[in-house]
């Protein structure tokens, strides 16, 4: 036990009985693991106490600086700090000591992507797409956590455990985990071409592929978040992403989740706009509350980066979107030609998008034989 006087160190303020004896448990037990009184103290004050359990398992917490690391690892410090900023992570001063031995390695690996000719762009953007993705991941694991585990009015003390211990039995399997979806995925888009016989004999990525690119998004979403809690405007967002994953069999792929929109490419036209129309009917089936979805499929040359895509069908399936009634699929002329004996069309009429020159034929396309459960 610690012969500290947390009382007198203005640790215990506000709380008696049993909190305050387990408050004392907690800063005894912080405290002989290494954590010392300032760190404790800024803890309470910031009202994160409870977590720094899980924070000592995860290991943050060393002594260099982001000038030390990257004079260690032989790399330009801008690059480093540029990376560390774009995989979502807050700022350090150069002369802030928080990195340890980890971090040295993690510079040594950007040292070798760069070394190897890869472009500091490049580089950056797939870190963007790594931090955003495991954002998401993390948010997702501890909400579990948090549903399976922690009790409600569970003290300071064993909420912070409790935390900590799940984090130490999470971490190693989470880690396989990550290993073993990345190599997946790695196996799906070399077998699906993304990298060809001919790119890896000459070196050269590919240009532009030929694909259907998709948007949907939710009808009045902006105005759902004027008068709803956070809380409900996430459930709202996490159940269309879970609507786009079921749709998006191949060979239809879920590119991403922005918010109130999903973004779905396919190198086959029909499968595509079959995807979109059963997105858009799945909400319109949805819980009672739940907005109706619209959606613009495009088709045409488009480039893969960083795991997103770019280029004229992707501005413009987001624009035929913008314009598209709720509960209906409007396509480019295209499109419909790719498909054009699948569907039931009707001519939607000529719109002006923004960014695209001249006005843009669109079509709305429906299931055969009263497939589909929208209307006009």
């Known amino acids: 036990m610690s012969d500290t006087d947390w009382d007198k160190e ?6 008696s009985g049993e909190d305050r004896e387990e408050r004392i448990e907690l800063l005894d037990q912080l ?3 290494g954590v010392d ?6 803890a309470v004050e910031e009202d994160r106490l409870t977590l720094l359990p899980a924070e000592q398992v995860v290991g943050r917490g060393g002594d260099l600086t982001p000038n030390e690391v990257a004079e260690k690892a032989g790399v330009d410090v801008g690059i ?6 774009a995989l979502g992570l807050p700022r350090l001063e150069l002369d802030d000591k928080r990195l340890d031995d980890r971090d040295v390695e993690a510079a040594k690996q950007l040292k070798q992507f760069i070394d190897a000719g890869l472009p500091a762009d490049g580089i950056l953007s797939v870190a963007r797409v790594m931090g955003e993705g495991m954002a998401r991941t993390v948010d997702a694991v501890l909400d579990l ?8 009015g569970e003290s300071e003390r064993d909420l912070g455990l409790r935390y900590a211990q799940a984090a130490e039995q999470l971490i190693p399997v989470m880690e396989e985990q990550l290993k073993y979806v990345f190599n997946l995925h790695m196996q799906e888009g ?3 071409g993304v990298i060809s016989a001919t790119e890896r004999s000459t070196g050269k990525l590919s240009g532009a592929k030929e694909v259907s690119v998709c948007f949907a998004d939710l009808v009045g979403f902006t105005k759902m978040g004027e008068n709803l809690p956070p809380e409900e405007i996430g459930s709202v967002a996490g159940e269309l992403a879970d609507m786009a994953a079921d749709v998006a069999e191949q060979p239809v792929r879920l590119v991403k989740t922005i918010g109130d929109a999903a973004m779905l490419v396919s190198d086959d036209n029909e499968a595509m706009i079959d995807a979109a129309i059963e997105l858009v009917a799945r909400a319109d089936k949805a819980r009672e509350g739940f907005p109706q979805l619209r959606a613009g499929v495009a088709c045409g040359p ?4 960083g795991g997103d895509w770019y280029g004229r069908p992707v501005n413009v399936a987001s624009r035929i979107t913008s314009v598209a009634r709720p509960g209906s699929v409007l396509t ?3 499109v419909k030609e790719a498909a054009d004996d699948a569907f039931e069309w009707s001519f939607a009429g000529k719109r002006k998008l923004k960014g695209v020159k001249g006005e843009v034929p669109l079509y709305r396309a429906r299931r055969q034989a009263g497939g589909s459960s929208d209307s006009d």
């Open 10 to 15: 203005g640790l215990l303020e506000d709380l």
């Open 31 to 33: 405290h002989e693991a």
């Open 37 to 42: 009184v300032d760190e404790l103290r800024k």
């Open 80 to 85: 480093t700090q540029q990376q560390w900023q």
């Open 145 to 152: 956590v948090g549903q399976a585990f922690l009790e409600a």
């Open 190 to 192: 070399i077998r699906s």
């Open 302 to 305: 488009a480039l893969n980066r």
């Open 332 to 334: 480019t002329e295209t």
